[in-house]
């Protein structure tokens, strides 16, 4: 079975746990193409899990495409998270898509994925897509919690993470923290580039957050590759705890990171202490 949205636009959407659509329970395929979703909003009034996706929702094992699309002005309200996409517990692969000036108020501006104890963790794969003025407390324009995600060539420009009174809050473009996917980090050079989370050729400048990590934040996760990436001009503010690109920590064997080919240049905070520095 294999569905198509194509050609849509979907604006001013608006519902108490989803918003413009939910993907639930597919039995095969579906594939969303040139659509436009602007302003939707989703809510969580009874702050209940599992619910965000101003414009897109994905759970039960769901397998959806996404490509070439337009994302801006979404939003994730109350304790929702994933200001325009959430993918629970199914396989996502963007392509070539624009998002823009998202909003969640917890988690992931732009994207937040996620799975339920006994869920299938979820997989992710975005290809050459942009991330521009996103905004949300934790992970401006992405929030990973559980699953594999990896980012190829993907352009993160002016996203924000606003929190900063919590130390598990911060990457003003990605955050994944507390992710217990089991993925060994390989040598990238070896074609053996594995990690829970992997970004490959990506751009990330002038990224921002109040909280820990400028640009990412990784906090007791599975394996995180950083291969042939370009950083420039990501900062911490005054309270961030952590670097003006990368804040990392966690067990040792269980948080491995794996940085190779990549150039970072003008990343700073303006944190002034032991506890913060450039990148």
Do not use: W
């Not at 194509?6 to 519902?15: A, D, E, H, L, V």
């Not at 996760?221 to 804040?247: A, L, M, P, Q, R």
């Amino acid at each position: 079975k294999y569905s198509c949205s194509s050609n849509c636009t979907f604006t001013g959407i608006k519902g108490e746990y989803y918003g413009a659509i939910d993907l639930n329970n597919a039995a095969g395929k579906m594939k969303i193409e040139n659509c436009t979703f602007e302003g939707n909003e989703a809510k969580n009034a009874e702050s209940k899990t599992r619910r965000g996706g101003a414009a897109l929702f994905i759970e039960n094992a769901a397998d959806c495409t996404v490509d070439n699309c337009t994302f801006t002005n979404n939003k994730a309200s109350g304790t929702a998270f994933g200001g325009a996409v959430v993918l629970d517990n199914g396989n996502l692969l963007m392509i070539n898509n624009v998002f823009e000036n998202n909003e969640s108020a917890s988690y992931g501006g732009a994207f937040g994925m996620s799975a339920q104890k006994g869920d299938v963790a979820p997989v992710a794969i975005i290809r050459d897509c942009q991330f521009t003025s996103n905004t949300a407390a934790n992970g401006g324009a992405i929030n990973q919690f559980k699953g594999t995600l990896t980012c190829e060539g993907c352009t993160f420009t002016s996203n924000e993470s606003t929190r900063s009174d919590s130390k598990n809050f911060g990457g003003g473009a990605i955050s994944t923290f507390y992710n217990s996917t089991n993925a060994k980090v390989g040598d990238p050079s070896l074609g053996d580039a594995t990690g829970a989370t992997a970004l490959k050729n990506c751009i990330f400048v002038g990224n921002h957050a109040y909280g820990r990590g400028g640009c990412i934040h990784q906090l007791n996760t599975g394996g995180f590759v950083i291969d042939g990436c370009y950083f420039k001009e990501n900062y911490g503010s005054d309270n961030t705890n952590g670097g003006g690109v990368i804040f990392h920590a966690g067990k040792t064997g269980t948080c491995d990171l794996y940085i190779s080919n990549s150039h970072f240049e003008g990343n700073y905070t303006l944190r002034n202490d032991a506890n913060a520095s450039g990148s």
